[in-house]
């Protein structure tokens, strides 16, 4: 895999799960990773600290990606910090599932600003300094949720297909120079596949896919890095799917 010495990325969601893993990956791989969280320094800042370990440098910074203001400062602090983002992954995401009939709209605007809003803003806010430099990467976390869709989890379901949509617009609009793509993993061994989100009918519907088993967040990572790395430089406003064979069923 190329390395990337010399580049800037910032990850969304980063402390814990696929987030967590991403960044490791992509510090290993020599860049230089801006961690963010919301609420969990402890952990942000012992990812820092890996990071530092394996050769590469890193930051962490809290903050809301729902909130504008919070994003653009959360950009401006890893850019002060590390230099202009390069790679942008926005991974920070939220579950919820509840029959859609009993689904608020305090739900709704809870799960789609964090899952949905949040990409718009993180996007917005690096485009502006990558149109310039006329070169950067943005890769979007999506679900396989948001293709196949789920009975129970609409607003989810519905922001990760809008995050697929962004997606491959903002891989029209910005082509040639910046290259955005997607992923959509399948189900994933994070705190979001636990009885706190899942029924355990869901859970065993999630396990019961052709690898019968559920995926590990560092295999999720590795197409994360493929899609960041100049392995992938043919590839704009694609949706890459780590899922075990689950769309096979």
């Not at 980063?14 to 020599?30: F, N, Q, T, V, W």
């Not at 129970?152 to 609009?173: N, Q």
Request: charged share 20%.
């Amino acid at each position: 895999m190329p390395g990337l010495e010399g580049k800037t990325a910032l990850v969304t969601g980063a402390a814990s799960g696929i987030g967590r893993a991403i960044a490791m990956a992509l510090g290993r791989a020599g860049a230089r990773v801006a961690v963010n969280h919301l609420g969990r320094a402890g952990e942000a800042r012992q990812l820092v600290e890996e990071i530092a370990a394996a050769g590469s440098s890193a930051v962490e910074i809290e903050a809301d990606v729902s909130h504008a203001v919070a994003v653009e400062r959360l950009v401006s602090s890893a850019e002060d910090a590390l230099g202009p983002i390069d790679i942008l992954v926005n991974n920070a995401g939220v579950i919820l599932e509840k029959p859609f009939l009993e689904t608020t709209e305090e739900d709704w605007d809870f799960v789609l600003g964090t899952d949905l809003r949040a990409v718009f803003l993180c996007c917005r806010a690096v485009l502006h300094s990558m149109r310039r430099r006329e070169t950067g990467v943005i890769i979007n976390v999506a679900s396989e949720l948001g293709i196949l869709g789920r009975e129970r989890y609409a607003p989810y379901c519905a922001a990760k297909a809008g995050v697929i949509g962004l997606t491959r617009s903002l891989a029209r609009e910005f082509a040639p120079q910046i290259r955005v793509n997607a992923i959509a993993p399948g189900p994933v061994n994070t705190a979001m596949l636990s009885t706190e989100h899942m029924s355990p009918e869901v859970l065993e519907r999630e396990r019961a896919i052709p690898a019968r088993r559920v995926g590990e967040p560092h295999e999720i990572a590795g197409t994360v890095l493929f899609l960041a790395s100049d392995l992938a430089t043919f590839y704009y406003g694609q949706v890459l799917s780590p899922n075990g064979g689950a769309w096979i069923g």
